[in-house]
């Protein structure tokens, strides 16, 4: 079936230590984004991408990193440098900027928490 | 800066009831709006997604409407039951190709 992969669904991290999250699609679509959702708040864009090897820092992307090696993966990372990172992590894709009408789809998200 | 409002925060009805949900943009310049509904520690699933040239979309229970005038959009859900106890969220994307997220409304449906 076509769709939004996250893994792993839990993930637990040591203070200073980095971590990857994964997000494969197979819908072939172009654009793939990054969103963080706390408790209370909105869901807030980290980093997006519109094309392979090239991405854009969204409103928080400050102590996180990305890549767009593949069309179908935009693996982010979680550094050290990120001091509140626990949340729930959120991937989502559409078929890109050339196709403006189209919808979104997301992932079932990965939740991280510091320990 | 586009800025995404939803009212009601939360919602609590008896099940049956006819009920809706608003959702407000600042920046009236959108492509699309998309109405997604997210169960506790799950994803969003997409429930409809309006384009800037309609006015309304239906998919069952589910009625959404658009008016980019006034920059606002309401989610219709008719005889509602437990089963959409959920929080729903709209978002809309404009120039920059982002999604611009509000914070949700809180349904409960009560049986």
């Known amino acids: 079936d076509g769709g939004i992969t996250q893994s792993p669904k839990y993930l637990f991290r040591k203070e200073g230590q980095n971590v990857t999250l994964s997000c494969e699609q197979n819908l072939n679509h172009d654009a793939m984004y990054w969103y963080r959702q706390d408790p209370g708040q909105g869901l807030r864009l980290i980093y997006y991408?519109?094309?392979?090897?090239?991405?854009q820092k969204g409103d928080i992307a400050e102590g996180y990193s990305v890549s767009r090696e593949k069309k179908e993966s935009f693996p982010l990372t979680v550094t050290s440098a990120q001091k509140n990172p626990t949340a729930f992590y959120l991937c989502?894709?559409?078929?890109?900027?050339?196709?403006?009408?189209?919808?979104?789809?997301f992932g079932q998200g990965t939740r991280l928490t510091v320990v | 800066k586009q800025e995404v409002t939803q009212i009601p925060a939360a919602l609590s009805v008896p099940e049956g009831e006819n009920l809706v949900l608003n959702c407000s943009f600042t920046?009236?310049?959108?492509?699309?709006l998309q109405w997604f509904r997210q169960d506790p520690g799950k994803g969003l699933t997409s429930l409809l997604l309006?384009?800037?040239?309609?006015r309304e979309q239906t998919s069952g229970r589910l009625n959404a409407s658009l008016d980019k005038s006034s920059g606002r959009s309401t989610l219709y859900i008719a005889a509602s039951q437990p089963g959409d106890s959920a929080t729903y969220l709209c978002?809309?994307?404009?120039?920059?190709?982002?999604?611009?997220f509000g914070t949700g409304t809180r349904l409960k449906v009560l049986a």
């Open positions: 989502a894709s559409r078929v890109g900027e050339g196709r403006l009408g189209t919808e979104a789809f």
């Open positions: 309006i384009q800037s040239s309609q």
């Open positions: 991408s519109q094309i392979v090897n090239d991405f």
């Open positions: 978002a809309v994307i404009s120039g920059t190709y982002k999604y611009i």
């Open positions: 920046d009236s310049a959108i492509y699309n």
